[in-house]
């Protein structure tokens, strides 16, 4: 089976603080992703990585920044932390390439999530 | 502009009873669709999934989905619904277009609730 693995289920930070979630996959899978979930909003991509070294801004990525330094780990920072920025925070990974060469569209698998409070 | 709609942002239904959770999309050309369950607390996991053939598609735990072109909607529905399947359901949509990747556009969720 598919293991995605977040670091932290849950997580209190201050604000200004400098905040790193971190996820891990075991299956040598290509794409990852981190989502933040609010409710009413659904889930909102945040940033996503096809490959080592590569990110791609999803449709939330201000105040964010990510590393994929590794192909299983892929690190979601948070520069200065913001009492806005409390939220879950799910990270998944999929097999296919994605990006502007587009591709097979493969499942994603998501870990359980880390819930960040920054007070 | 392209979106995924859940109308009903709660549902209450109970044990025993059929459930049928909606979804409709905003896209030029018919995306690949999806529908996944969160349990309290959990992450999400994939209930079922519809690609292309035939419009009406089988998940796990019961579920079944229907792809109606027409109606731009891919309703998730179960025949006799259980306690356990209280929880968050998130329809989920990937453009079909070069350059669409493999990203997830989610709906906002429908949040059900079983009555014993």
């Known amino acids: 089976d598919v293991k995605v693995t977040q670091s932290s289920r849950y997580l209190v930070k201050r604000t200004g603080e400098k905040v790193f979630l971190e996820c891990v996959q075991d299956?040598?899978?290509?794409?990852m992703f981190w989502y933040r979930q609010d409710p009413g909003l659904g889930l909102r991509l945040i940033y996503f990585?096809?490959?080592?070294?590569?990110?791609e801004k999803g449709d939330i990525p201000e105040g964010y920044s990510v590393s994929r330094e590794k192909k299983e780990r892929f690190s979601l920072i948070l520069e200065s932390a913001s009492t806005n920025q409390t939220s879950m925070y799910l990270c998944?990974?999929?097999?296919?390439?994605?990006?502007?060469?587009?591709?097979?569209?493969?499942?994603?698998?998501f870990g359980a999530g880390t819930r960040l409070s920054v007070l | 502009a392209q979106s995924v709609t859940q109308p009903d942002i709660h549902i209450t239904v109970s044990e025993g009873a059929s459930l049928e959770l909606r979804c409709n999309y905003s896209?030029?050309?018919?995306?690949?669709l999806f529908w996944y369950v969160q349990s309290p607390g959990q992450g999400l996991q994939l209930l079922l999934k519809?690609?292309?053939?035939?419009?009406l598609v089988q998940g796990i735990k019961g579920f079944e989905a229907e792809f109606k072109r027409s109606q731009s909607s891919f309703n998730l529905r179960k025949p006799s619904v259980h306690w356990s399947d209280a929880a968050e359901y998130f329809c989920?949509?990937?453009?079909?277009?070069?350059?669409?990747?493999?990203?997830?556009?989610f709906g906002t969720g429908t949040q059900l609730k079983v009555e014993l």
């Open positions: 896209y030029g050309a018919t995306p690949y």
């Open positions: 998944a990974s999929s097999l296919a390439r994605g990006g502007l060469a587009g591709g097979i569209i493969d499942i994603q698998y």
């Open positions: 990585s096809y490959d080592v070294k590569m990110k």
């Open positions: 299956m040598d899978h290509e794409n």
């Open positions: 989920a949509v990937v453009p079909l277009i070069t350059g669409g990747g493999n990203k997830l556009t």
């Open positions: 519809y690609f292309s053939g035939d419009t």
